[in-house]
């Protein structure tokens, strides 16, 4: 009787060990699967911001392009028919619904909206546009920058070998003849001291035109510190990443800041372009550039020329409440101002104008705590469309401008207006970040 009562007591021990087990594993595997079905709702939202960040990146982009495009018709539209860009157009300004637009109509929804700017790239000088006649101009840049003016030379010489077509260097008394020989020898002595022609191995040249501002990394003498600024974290991100990679250094003397970029070291980055005719939109040119224009014309005091020019097309206002009331409307309205001299001059290094073609827009689309930023390249030009009757709205809407405006002629011969005249966006090039 008392084994049977020992054995009974073992069995319910086994089976009570067993269902323990039994529930135990049931609980890890609810377990398991309830956080995998949380992990993917948490993905799920996850995903589900991204691309709502992104639409807005996207809205942002349109809204600029919105924006240049009526920019361009406004500009046509004026009776004098003059077409210019400047700080006061709605483009430029963030306030004309580019700055936080809230995706809710009432905007009650605060974490998610889009943001937008618009940067005009003929507003910097075309890196491809310089040659060894205005090289005086590059080195006052790089001089800008904090190089002595021995270095600046170099450097500069450096960059205009790097894309113009042919092997020979620009930069004067060169230790040799070929320029992928003569870097490598200045490289050399800069380090090492003496160097053997005959030993070096010749530093490589493109010899084609520049496609990237971020090319100029690949020059000789330009360091991460002079292409991004001084203690920047990009500058610190390159060195960090190719340790060996500039193993020379070139003095920076204490750099000059950028009002732009919330007082960030100025770089080569912050004066050029690969796009654009070559031209200097006078009326949107930063400071720095301004400056660095006016002493390669010949003016010591560039911060007061920069100054002046840009009081003058402001009319004084404040960044917020600019107007294209004093803006620079022609060439001819730029050379008859107190600055004019200065302008004429430094025409001859670097071409100036008042009108834009190429810009770069930044959009950032905000969702949550999920932020999408998206960059584009894009040219506008003024194109001939034919004539359909797709175009009837148009005339109608001129006609109701005219009439308003007390200058309405009935046209008698519509045949002969087979062309429209009409603002073209292209994308050049888009980049995430």
Sequence with gaps: MARRTSRKRADRAIVLVLVLWIVMILTMMAYSLLFQVSLQASMTGTRKKMLQAEALSRAGIAKAIVDLRNDMLFDSSDEEG????????IWARPEEGKDEVYLSRDGEDKNQYFSV?????????????????????????????????????IVACAIIDWADTDDLPTLPNAPFNE??????ILKGEATDGEVDPEEVEPLKFRNEAYVSIAELLEVYGVTPEL????????????????PNRWNFDMELDPPRRSRAREE???????????????????NTAPPHVLS??????????????????????????SD????????????????????????????????????????????EGHSGEIIV??????????ANLQREEDFEAIDRARERKDRNSGRWERRQNQDNELLVRYPMITVIQTRRN
């Design 227 to 242: 292409y991004f600024g001084p203690d920047t974290e990009e500058a610190q991100y390159y060195r960090d990443r190719y």
């Design 82 to 89: 003059r077409i210019f860009d400047a700080e006061g157009d």
């Design 292 to 317: 660095a224009f006016a002493r390669a014309a010949g003016q010591p005091d560039g911060e007061s020329f920069a100054e002046n020019v840009i009081r003058a097309r402001r009319g004084g206002a």
């Design 264 to 282: 960030a070291p100025l770089g080569l980055r912050d004066y050029f372009t690969v796009f654009g005719a070559g031209r200097l939109n006078m």
């Design 320 to 363: 917020r409440n600019i107007d294209n009331d004093n803006a620079f409307k022609s060439d001819q309205d730029l050379l008859s101002r107190e600055f004019g001299g200065v302008i004429s001059v430094g025409q001859n290094l670097y071409s100036v104008g008042v009108e834009s073609s190429f810009f770069q827009i930044i959009s």
């Design 179 to 184: 320029e992928g020989i003569a870097y490598s």
């Design 373 to 382: 930023r998206l960059e584009a390249t894009v040219a506008r030009n003024m």
């Design 117 to 153: 700017r618009v940067f005009d790239e003929e507003g910097l000088f075309n890196i491809n546009s310089f040659r060894g006649t205005n090289m005086i101009l590059l080195q006052e840049i790089l001089k800008e920058l904090g190089l002595e003016e021995k270095d600046a030379e």
